[in-house]
C-alpha cells in the first residue's frame, strides 16, 4: 500500500473529538463526540492511504455557492462594544501591507471531513491560542447542517497543503466550538468555528511520530473583533469547485488569494444570513472557511483574523463566482474564540509508536 509521506519536523494532528459545549451568556453550542484517542489512526489511515488518494478524491461542500447573497441597502453589522485584538503567534512587530509580493501564510490550509460516504474539503487557519492548537474555519465546515446530526467525520487540517503535498503535516480536529445559533437555528451570520488540536502526528519509518504542536511549526494569526467595517483585507483558500458555467478554472491544488474592502451588509434571509460582508472575489466552492486578515503582512505572512469565507456565488448572472462573504467578527465571535482558545490537546502518540491518549492534563 502506497502512503503519503508526512514528513518528520513539521506539524501532524489527531481528533477525539469535535464539540460544541454549552456555556451561558451567550451560549455558544451543544457538545458531541467524533472520535477517541484510539480512532485517530483509523482517521489518519482514511486519508494518507494509498498515496493519499482519498484526499485528491474530495469535493467541495457546497453551501457557500447554492444561493447567492445580495448587497441591501439597510441594516447591517455592527460592534457590540469595543475593537479587540489578539496578537499572532510570535508578533514581535506591527504586521503592515507595504510589501509589493503577497507571500502565502503557512497558517492557511484545507480542511477534509466526511459525510456519511462523501469525501469534503473546506479551508482554514492556525490561530493564536494558548498551547497553538487551534483552527478557525467556518461553521459548516465542522457541524452537519445538512442532517442536522452535529460535527462531521474524519476531521483533519492540511497546513500549506500544495498539489497533494503535507509540508507541515495533517491535523486530525479534537474538538469544534461553535456559536449556539449557529448549531441549534443553523444561523448563518455566526457561520464560524474554531477546532482544537493533538500533537502533529506523522508517519515514519513504519510508526506514527509526534511533531509537536500546531503553532509551533506554522505560527498563528491574531484575532480581531468589533472591528470598524470597510478596512482592507486579504482573503485566501483553496477553490475546488467550477465556476457556474461548468469551467474549472480552480483544482484545489493550491492557495489562491483575493484582496479589496468589503461591502455591507450582504444578506441571504433563505439560509439566515443578514449582516454578512461581502468581498469581489472569483474564489469558487472549497474556499469556505479560508481566513480573512486584516494588516495582513505579507513579509512576516502574519495578521490578523477578522471574518472566515461562508458563502458566494455569481450576482451579476454571468454564470462566473464574483462574490464571498463572512460573518462580522464581534464580542460573541469572541466569547466562543475565548473558550477554545485556552484549552490543551496535548499529545497521543505512545513510545512504541502507536496512538492512544499519554498524558492528561
Same mark, same amino acid.
Given at each position: 500500500?502506497?502512503?503519503?509521506?508526512?514528513?518528520?519536523?513539521? #506539524?501532524?494532528?489527531?481528533?477525539?473529538?469535535?464539540?460544541?459545549?454549552?456555556?451561558?451568556?451567550?451560549?455558544?453550542? =451543544?457538545? $458531541?463526540?467524533?472520535?477517541?484517542? #484510539?480512532?485517530?489512526?483509523?482517521?489518519?489511515?482514511?486519508?494518507? *492511504?494509498?498515496?493519499?488518494?482519498?484526499?485528491? *478524491?474530495? #469535493?467541495?461542500?457546497?453551501? @457557500?455557492? $447554492?444561493?447567492? !447573497?445580495?448587497?441591501?441597502?439597510?441594516?447591517?453589522?455592527?460592534?457590540?462594544?469595543?475593537? +479587540?485584538?489578539?496578537?499572532?503567534?510570535?508578533?514581535?512587530?506591527?504586521?503592515?501591507?507595504? =510589501?509589493?509580493?503577497?507571500?502565502?501564510?503557512?497558517?492557511? +490550509?484545507?480542511?477534509?471531513?466526511?459525510? +456519511?460516504?462523501?469525501?469534503?474539503?473546506?479551508?482554514?487557519?492556525?490561530?493564536?491560542?494558548?498551547?497553538?492548537?487551534?483552527?478557525? =474555519?467556518?461553521?459548516?465546515?465542522?457541524?452537519?447542517?445538512?442532517?442536522?446530526?452535529?460535527?462531521?467525520?474524519?476531521?483533519?487540517?492540511?497546513?500549506?497543503?500544495?498539489?497533494?503535498?503535507?509540508?507541515?503535516?495533517?491535523?486530525?480536529?479534537?474538538? *469544534?466550538?461553535?456559536?449556539?445559533?449557529?448549531?441549534?437555528? @443553523?444561523?448563518?451570520? &455566526?457561520?464560524?468555528?474554531?477546532?482544537?488540536?493533538?500533537?502533529?502526528?506523522?508517519?515514519?519509518?513504519?510508526?506514527?511520530?509526534?511533531?509537536?504542536?500546531?503553532?509551533?511549526?506554522?505560527? +498563528?494569526?491574531?484575532?480581531?473583533?468589533?472591528?470598524?467595517?470597510?478596512?482592507?483585507?486579504?482573503?485566501?483558500?483553496?477553490?475546488?469547485?467550477?465556476?457556474?458555467?461548468?469551467?474549472?478554472?480552480?483544482?484545489?491544488?493550491?492557495?489562491?488569494?483575493?484582496?479589496?474592502?468589503?461591502?455591507?451588509?450582504?444578506?441571504?434571509?433563505?439560509?439566515?444570513?443578514?449582516?454578512?460582508?461581502?468581498? &469581489?472575489?472569483?474564489?469558487?466552492?472549497?474556499?469556505?472557511?479560508?481566513?480573512?486578515?486584516?494588516?495582513?503582512?505579507?513579509? *512576516?505572512?502574519?495578521?490578523?483574523?477578522?471574518?472566515?469565507?461562508?458563502?458566494?456565488?455569481?450576482?451579476?448572472?454571468?454564470?462566473?463566482?464574483?462574490?464571498?462573504?463572512? !460573518?462580522?467578527?464581534?464580542?460573541?465571535?469572541? $466569547?466562543?474564540?475565548? %473558550?477554545?482558545?485556552?484549552?490543551?490537546?496535548?499529545?497521543?502518540?505512545?513510545?512504541?509508536? %502507536?496512538?492512544?491518549? =499519554?498524558?492528561?492534563?
Amino acid at each position: 500500500m502506497k502512503r503519503i509521506l508526512l514528513p518528520v519536523g513539521v #506539524a501532524g494532528l489527531v481528533a477525539a473529538s469535535l464539540a460544541v459545549p454549552a456555556n451561558a451568556a451567550p451560549k455558544l453550542g =451543544t457538545s $458531541a463526540k467524533l472520535a477517541t484517542p #484510539a480512532a485517530a489512526a483509523d482517521t489518519l489511515e482514511f486519508w494518507t *492511504a494509498d498515496g493519499g488518494k482519498n484526499l485528491k *478524491a474530495a #469535493a467541495p461542500y457546497g453551501l @457557500e455557492h $447554492a444561493r447567492v !447573497p445580495k448587497h441591501v441597502s439597510t441594516g447591517g453589522p455592527a460592534a457590540d462594544g469595543k475593537p +479587540g485584538v489578539v496578537p499572532a503567534i510570535g508578533d514581535e512587530a506591527k504586521p503592515t501591507t507595504t =510589501t509589493k509580493n503577497v507571500n502565502l501564510p503557512k497558517s492557511a +490550509g484545507r480542511v477534509f471531513f466526511t459525510l +456519511g460516504d462523501s469525501l469534503y474539503s473546506c479551508s482554514a487557519s492556525s490561530i493564536q491560542s494558548a498551547y497553538k492548537n487551534l483552527v478557525a =474555519t467556518a461553521g459548516h465546515c465542522a457541524y452537519d447542517l445538512e442532517s442536522n446530526a452535529s460535527v462531521v467525520g474524519h476531521w483533519v487540517f492540511i497546513p500549506g497543503y500544495y498539489q497533494g503535498k503535507t509540508p507541515w503535516g495533517v491535523y486530525v480536529g479534537k474538538t *469544534a466550538y461553535t456559536h449556539y445559533d449557529f448549531s441549534v437555528y @443553523e444561523d448563518i451570520d &455566526r457561520d464560524f468555528a474554531f477546532v482544537t488540536v493533538y500533537n502533529g502526528i506523522t508517519w515514519s519509518e513504519g510508526k506514527w511520530k509526534d511533531v509537536g504542536r500546531l503553532g509551533d511549526n506554522v505560527g +498563528g494569526l491574531g484575532f480581531a473583533y468589533n472591528q470598524k467595517v470597510g478596512q482592507n483585507v486579504f482573503v485566501f483558500g483553496y477553490p475546488t469547485a467550477a465556476h457556474p458555467d461548468g469551467d474549472y478554472t480552480y483544482t484545489g491544488s493550491t492557495m489562491k488569494w483575493c484582496y479589496g474592502k468589503p461591502v455591507y451588509p450582504v444578506a441571504e434571509k433563505s439560509v439566515k444570513a443578514e449582516e454578512h460582508l461581502a468581498l &469581489r472575489c472569483s474564489l469558487t466552492g472549497g474556499a469556505s472557511g479560508g481566513p480573512w486578515i486584516i494588516k495582513y503582512s505579507s513579509t *512576516a505572512r502574519k495578521g490578523y483574523l477578522n471574518g472566515v469565507s461562508s458563502l458566494g456565488g455569481d450576482t451579476d448572472g454571468n454564470n462566473r463566482s464574483d462574490l464571498i462573504t463572512s !460573518p462580522y467578527f464581534d464580542g460573541e465571535t469572541y $466569547a466562543v474564540y475565548k %473558550t477554545a482558545a485556552p484549552l490543551w490537546s496535548g499529545s497521543i502518540v505512545k513510545k512504541d509508536g %502507536t496512538l492512544g491518549l =499519554t498524558e492528561v492534563k
